[in-house]
């Protein structure tokens, strides 16, 4: 079982919001937000759902860093290495 990060280009970064390796991206289009946090030991980014007020909720999963990109048309597979 996986989750997908659907047309990730479309996905606004909240720039006021992030820090370092703790980055909240928003979908225009349905307005959920998402919570990328590195780990750049591991090499490896968790994604968590965040409500409005950007408080951590259900974890999505894991991908390596050097699979994805922000602004690639392919959709992002995420799994669970946690």
């Known amino acids: 079982m996986s989750n997908t990060i659907h ?8 720039e006021k919001e ?5 980055n909240y991206y928003r979908n225009p289009q349905t307005s959920e937000i ?9 090499e490896c980014c968790s994604f968590y759902k965040v409500d409005e007020n950007l408080n951590r ?3 999505l999963g894991d991908c390596y860093c050097e699979d994805y ?5 392919e959709d992002i597979e995420l799994q669970y290495y946690t």
């Open 34 to 42: 998402i919570l990328e946090e590195c780990d750049e030991f591991y």
């Open 18 to 22: 992030s820090c370092y390796n703790h």
């Open 57 to 59: 909720g259900e974890y």
């Open 69 to 73: 990109e922000w602004d690639q048309e």
């Open 7 to 14: 047309n990730p280009g479309i996905w606004e970064h909240m």
